[in-house]
Each structure stands twice: as structure tokens, then as C-alpha cells.
């Protein structure tokens, strides 16, 4: 189920901005954000933006509140949240995002992972839903697929959805790990191939390394376990424990610790029965003569009759159990001291192997089971070791090999890569910039030095002018700069990136004329493989969009608001001209914008 804000409904937003701006069957797949709902963020009280694939231009006043758009992207990409952005007087900041996402894919599974779900839209695509919101009082919570869930993970579907390239935001390819990913996608598919062969000998050669090292640090150790676990076994099987023998000698024992005693109250109970050589009455005597007597007289009365059954029974009882009593004192040892010596020996030998290896006998005997698969493990040690060692020296020698390969193909790749970022920069008004992609490599002696992608390190570089040292990226260069560098980057290897949707926050800052046609040349070329947003304020990269959004600001005298439309038509050249000349209904204006509309529609 998928959680709304209460002051909005899916039936509150225009059919006709879904309709031409939404995404037709043959783009569902590319993914990108359809739609952006803001409200009380800044100064927007309330928007609705369409989006959908392409090219989307976002324009209006200065102050109007266009780099809300980009902060309302930041929140549902799990950017700190900051109280001062909710609007004054309300109670919150609220945004939703409505995305296209493919399915399955690892962001579905993400979100289900999470608690949430898409709504399957046909064709391999559903719709994700993402919320923020943001209290007064500083309190964030986000909402993925319907369902709570922490901002972190608006954070991982952000990196996995979005690139956001500003003046103030952190550059995608800030870390060296992520300008190596860059350039390895822009090598294409053949490198892919050769990382994948190194890594596979690389895992083996890592895990093989770990297993020595733990074997070789615990040979000593083991050794010791070895000869332990011999003599306990020699012990063990030396005295041959039986199964519950402790509990059957500790039966005899009793038993023998007492024959005397034993003799004499059996003894004693066989003469009471049956006196067979005195002539003192015994038991079976006296029942006997009982039996006689009812016997006797039982004709004259049937009741008598179990009487005397019950008797003749209890005669025959008493003879069985003298008997038995005979045979038990038969059984008896004469001299039971030496079988309770032995006995008594026998289970102090039993006590001795369960006090080293017991606590029960049990334990004891399963020791020689376990003990000789133990045996047979660390005796294997020794072969182990030479089998890893040779192991390791074969791939260690292996992983050298490939990893010099990858990085002549890494080396061949960056020349390529910053041929075609400088060349593009020459037509983004940067002629005297170029990029560098060094490809260095760490210590082929130190393991250490090797990772799963080689022992590549790279690091793209800028230099903004002849003579001047190249410098990384984010350094020595204005936000402009920066952002056309960027834009130039992603232009270059636009065709292998994953990511769907790329936003840019006054990338032609600092540039107009021909320099900004190009660059909104540029962000139409790279909306063929992604979708592209840009707040600008240059009618020369407006004309290339085909999705063209202001941002309008209004008072009542008391409160100043911002809104959002769809512009069409005469509003769409009436605004690139206030771009222009600062007057929407400037002729020369006027015309100047249908110049670059219809140049736009020419070029792209």
C-alpha cells in the first residue's frame, strides 16, 4: 500500500500533465522520476512537478525558489534534513517522489528488503513511491514503498537512482575508488571481461594466502594438540571403557562391600520360610497345616472354598521365595574381598578417565571417535601446507601478470577518456581546460598494494588553463567549472553509466551565448540515455528540453509563495524570452525565442 500525504490524492494531480509529460510504453524501462510533489518547502507552499524521460528544464525568478527543487530531491535522497527550509508557519515540509523502476531489479529488492513494495506497471517496470517529511521542531521521517523505514535507505536508492551535480553538492566522482569505476565503464565491456578473470584469481589467491597464514601462525599450537590427543587416545583405548561399565561395577561394588551382611539376612529369611534343617515351625509349615485344617471342613460350607485356594497359594509362594532365597545364597561369593579388590580397581581406572576427558564415561569413549577424525585433520596439516604454498606462489605470480594488464588497458582507456571529456570542455566554453586521468600503480612487491580491480590508482585531473599544474577535480575550479566538467564527464561515458537520472544545478553558471547552446546540446545528448533535470537560467539550454517547468512566485501583500507549471507554446516562449531580455513580451524577445526553440527542435 502505498502511504499519500493527507492533503493529496493521486486523483488531485493533473491527467494532463501526466499525459504529456509522463512516459510513453517504449521509455517505462529507462526508469526516472515521473513526478515530484512538494509542499510547504521554502517558499513553495504547494507543487506538483511532471517529469518523466528526456530533457527537463526547470526555470523561473531569482529567489522564486528553484533550488528548492533540488532540495526536495535531496530529502528523498536522504540528505540532512534542515528545519529552516519548512515553510514558515507550517508544520511541516513534505515531499513525495514518484519513480520508475525495473522489475525485478536491486532496487525493488532494496525496498522490499525494507518493508515496501512497487506497483508493477507491465513490462518489466513498477512505480516506486518515496516520502519525506520534516517537522518544525526538527523530526524526519521517511517512507519507502508505503512502508516507514529509516533515511538511510532513501541514501542507498539514491546512489542507485539519482546523480545530482550542484554548486554546494559533493561530486559523484569524488573518491578515487569512484573515478576508477568511471573510467573502467568507459573502457567497456572487454576490460569488464579482464577484471573479472584478475578478480577470480585474485579471491583465490586471498583466500588461499588466509588459510597458510592461519595454519602456519597455529602449526605450533596444532602440534601440540596432536600429541595430546595421541596419548589420551593410547590412554583410553589401553583401559577400554565399556558402555554404562561405571554404573555396573558401582552395582557390584555395593553389593560385594556388604556379602556378609547380605548372607545373613537371606540366610535367615530361608530358615523363617522354610526350616528345612530344624525342627522349629517355619512359615510354609504353618501354612500348610492351616490349608489341612480349612481343607477339612470346607464341604460344609461352599464360602470356605477360596479360602482354601488362597492359602494352598500363599503355602506354594512361601516355597518359591525360600528357594529363590537358596539359590541366591548359593550365588553368593565365598571370598568376595578379591573380586571387590578388583572391582575397586577397575573403577578407579573408570574415575581417572573421566576426571582428564570426561565429564561422563560416555565422553570418554566418544573421545576415540572424535579423536581420530581430529587426528586425521591435523595430521594433514603438513601435506596442506605444502599443497597452499605452491598454491599461493602460483597465483601470487598470476595476479602480477593480470594486474599489469589491466592497467596498460587502464592506461590505453584514460588517454581516450580525457581526449574526449577535454574536447567536449572546448565546447562548453572551457577551450584552454583539459582533464587528466592518471593511472598510477601502487607497490607490486606489498600484497597489500592489490585489491579485487588491480593495483590501479586513478585520479581524474583538471587543468583550467595552459600552464597551470593539473588539479583534482573540486579544486582550482569555480562551481561552473566544476559542474561543466561533470557534465562533460557524463556526457563521455553516458552510454555505459547504469544510473537513470541525472539533475544539474546551474550548470551554465558564468556562460551564455554560443557556450550555452552547447551545453544545452550536450544535456540533450546525454537525455538519450538518461533522463536529465536542469535548473537553469539560460533560454539557450531551455530550448533543448522537452519538458519545460517554471517556478512562480505570488503575493497576497502578505505572504509570498511558490507554485509550479507546465509550460506550452506561447507561455513556454514567453517565458525563454523573459530569460533573454527580462520581459516576456519583449518583441525582440519574442522572436529570439522562437529562433532558439525551433534551432533546439533542429539540432536535436
Known amino acids: 500500500m502505498t502511504e499519500h500525504h493527507p492533503n493529496r490524492s493521486s486523483a488531485d494531480r493533473s491527467s494532463a500533465d501526466r499525459s504529456s509529460a509522463g512516459p510513453n510504453r517504449a521509455d517505462r524501462n529507462r526508469g526516472g522520476i515521473d513526478e515530484i510533489s512538494i509542499r510547504d518547502l521554502g517558499v513553495i507552499a504547494d507543487a506538483a512537478l511532471p517529469l518523466g524521460p528526456g530533457f527537463t528544464a526547470i526555470t523561473g525568478e531569482t529567489g522564486a525558489g528553484k533550488t528548492m527543487v533540488v532540495s526536495a530531491l535531496g530529502l528523498l535522497l536522504g540528505e540532512r534534513a534542515d528545519t529552516g527550509a519548512v515553510r514558515l508557519g507550517s508544520p511541516q515540509a513534505w515531499v513525495e517522489g514518484r519513480w520508475r523502476v525495473e522489475e525485478p531489479g536491486e532496487v525493488v529488492e532494496r525496498v522490499r528488503d525494507a518493508g515496501g513494495d512497487v506497483d508493477p506497471l507491465g513490462d518489466g517496470a513498477a512505480e516506486l513511491v518515496l516520502s519525506r517529511s520534516v517537522s518544525a521542531e ?133 530358615e523363617l520360610l522354610s526350616a528345612e534343617e530344624s525342627e522349629e515351625p517355619d512359615v510354609v509349615g504353618l501354612l500348610e497345616a492351616a490349608r489341612r485344617q480349612v481343607e477339612r471342613v470346607a464341604p460344609h460350607d461352599a464360602e470356605l472354598a477360596p479360602t482354601v485356594e488362597a492359602v494352598a497359594n500363599l503355602s506354594y509362594l512361601a516355597s518359591d521365595i525360600a528357594a ?178 541525472f539533475i544539474f544545478d546551474e550548470v551554465d553558471a558564468g556562460v551564455g551565448g554560443a557556450s550555452a547552446i552547447e551545453i544545452g546540446r550536450r544535456l540533450a545528448r546525454l537525455a538519450e540515455s538518461a533522463q536529465v533535470i536542469v535548473v537553469t537560467h539560460l533560454a539557450q539550454v531551455a530550448a533543448f528540453a522537452n519538458n519545460h517547468l517554471t517556478v512562480v512566485k505570488g503575493s497576497d501583500g502578505a505572504v509570498t509563495a511558490s507554485s509550479v507549471r507546465r509550460l506550452d507554446g506561447d507561455e513556454r516562449i514567453a517565458e525563454m524570452a523573459r530569460l533573454l531580455s527580462g520581459l516576456p513580451d519583449s518583441e525582440s524577445g519574442l522572436a529570439h525565442a522562437r529562433e532558439l526553440v525551433d534551432m533546439a527542435a533542429t539540432a536535436r
Open 324 to 501: 529363590q532365597l537358596s539359590t541366591y545364597l548359593a550365588a553368593l561369593d565365598t571370598d568376595g574381598s578379591r573380586e571387590l579388590e578388583a572391582v575397586q580397581e577397575r573403577r578407579a581406572e573408570l574415575s581417572t578417565l573421566v576426571r582428564k576427558y570426561g565429564p561422563t564415561l560416555d565422553d570418554v569413549i566418544s573421545t576415540l571417535e572424535t579423536g581420530s577424525l581430529r587426528l586425521l585433520e591435523l595430521d594433514g596439516d603438513a601435506d596442506r601446507i605444502q599443497e597452499l604454498t605452491a598454491e599461493v606462489e602460483a597465483d601470487r605470480a598470476l595476479v602480477v601478470e593480470l594486474a599489469a594488464d589491466l592497467s596498460e588497458r587502464r592506461r590505453a582507456a584514460a588517454e581516450r577518456l580525457a581526449a574526449a571529456v577535454s574536447e567536449e570542455l572546448s565546447a562548453l566554453a572551457m577551450p584552454d581546460a583539459r582533464v587528466v586521468v592518471e593511472v598510477t600503480q601502487r607497490d607490486e612487491a606489498d600484497p597489500q598494494s592489490y585489491t579485487a580491480s588491480g593495483r590501479d590508482q586513478v585520479a581524474i585531473l583538471l587543468r583550467p588553463h595552459p600552464g597551470a599544474e593539473p588539479r583534482p577535480l573540486g579544486k582550482g575550479a569555480s562551481g561552473g567549472e566544476l559542474s561543466r566538467v561533470m557534465l562533460a564527464i557524463e556526457v563521455v561515458i553516458a552510454a555505459t553509466d547504469p544510473v537513470p537520472t
Open 138 to 270: 526538527g523530526r524526519s521521517r521517511a517512507v519507502v514503498g508505503g512502508r516507514s523505514a529509516p533515511v538511510s535507505v532513501l541514501t542507498e536508492l539514491g546512489e542507485q537512482l539519482v546523480v545530482v551535480h550542484g554548486q554546494s553538492d559533493q561530486l559523484r566522482l569524488r573518491s578515487a575508488v569512484a573515478q576508477r569505476e568511471a573510467l573502467d565503464r568507459f573502457a567497456g565491456p572487454e576490460l569488464a571481461a579482464a577484471i573479472d578473470a584478475y578478480a577470480q584469481v585474485f579471491h583465490r589467491w586471498r583466500d588461499n594466502a588466509t588459510e597458510l597464514d592461519e595454519l602456519l601462525a597455529d602449526r605450533d599450537r596444532r602440534a601440540r594438540e596432536a600429541d595430546d590427543l595421541r596419548v589420551a587416545m593410547a590412554e583410553i583405548e589401553t583401559v577400554a571403557p565399556q558402555p554404562g561399565e561405571d554404573e555396573e561395577l558401582a552395582e557390584r561394588a555395593e553389593r560385594l562391600t556388604n556379602l556378609e551382611e547380605l548372607r545373613l539376612a537371606a540366610s535367615g529369611a530361608r
